[in-house]
T-cell receptor, first 111, second 118 residues
Framework: QKEVEQDPGPLSVPEGAIVSLNCTYSNSAFQYFMWYRQYSRKGPELLMYTYSSGNKEDGRFTAQVDKSSKYISLFIRDSQPSDSATYLCAMRYNYGQNFVFGPGTRLSVLP | EAGVAQSPRYKIIEKRQSVAFWCNPISGHATLYWYQQILGQGPKLLIQFQNNGVVDDSQLPKDRFSAERLKGVDSTLKIQPAKLEDSAVYLC????????????????FGPGTRLTVL
């Protein structure tokens, strides 16, 4: 079993839809969680950074962490064609570790 | 503010040849990372520098990969000799401080170098 798993997609939704992107992980020691967005032929860019369980909101984006289920989610409200990209989750145990990335989910928002 | 610069953007070589990639981090960023991203996978850390010293190179295949960061600014990553399985995008990232330090420092990624080994 891989440490961090994501459905690779592609996930296609109409413009304006609410998108739910998810990651599952195997190691309950992970405490710090990030979501990155990666456009085609570009490097990843940070969207959200959260610690432990709970929700965090930033504009149209909401990150949720459920440590009991070892499951994290990224919700995108009012999705736009410009949101079409690959979304990577990443996580680590503590300050002494670098982040482990998931394989990414490819999202396509259709106008 | 200028971002992380990488060159070349694309490289095609035959197996057993050598190749080198260059990275110029954001000015003032002490920490520099090289990642390998194979198609359909997330980035995998190869090596992390703090200034010109190596912090973590546990996943670097040292029999064929080498990296240096002279003077604590620019960095080069070399593969010699290349194998088919080295085909990937090589991403460079930088941050003000180490993400392994007591507070998170955001990593900024460059556009990557896409390597194809034939």
């Amino acid at each position: 079993q891989k440490e961090v798993e994501q459905d690779p997609g592609p996930l296609s939704v109409p413009e304006g839809a609410i998108v739910s992107l998810n990651c599952t992980y195997s190691n309950s020691a992970f405490q710090y969680f990030m979501w990155y967005r990666q456009y085609s032929r570009k490097g990843p860019e940070l969207l959200m950074y959260t610690y432990s369980s709970g929700n965090k909101e930033d504009g149209r984006f909401t990150a949720q962490v459920d440590k009991s289920s070892k499951y994290i989610s990224l919700f995108i409200r009012d999705s736009q064609p410009s949101d079409s990209a690959t979304y990577l989750c990443a996580m680590r145990y503590n300050y002494g570790q670098n982040f482990v990335f998931g394989p990414g989910t490819r999202l396509s928002v259709l106008p | 503010e200028a971002g992380v610069a990488q060159s070349p953007r694309y490289k095609i070589i035959e197996k057993r040849q050598s190749v080198a990639f260059w990275c110029n981090p954001i000015s003032g960023h002490a920490t520099l990372y090289w990642y390998q991203q194979i198609l359909g996978q997330g980035p995998k850390l190869l090596i992390q520098f703090q200034n010109n010293g190596v912090v973590d190179d546990s996943q670097l295949p040292k029999d064929r990969f080498s990296a240096e960061r002279l003077k604590g600014v620019d960095s080069t990553l070399k593969i010699q000799p290349a194998k088919l399985e080295d085909s990937a995008v090589y991403l460079c990232a930088s941050s003000l401080g180490a993400t392994t330090s007591g507070r998170y420092n955001e990593q900024f990624f460059g556009p990557g170098t896409r390597l194809t080994v034939l």
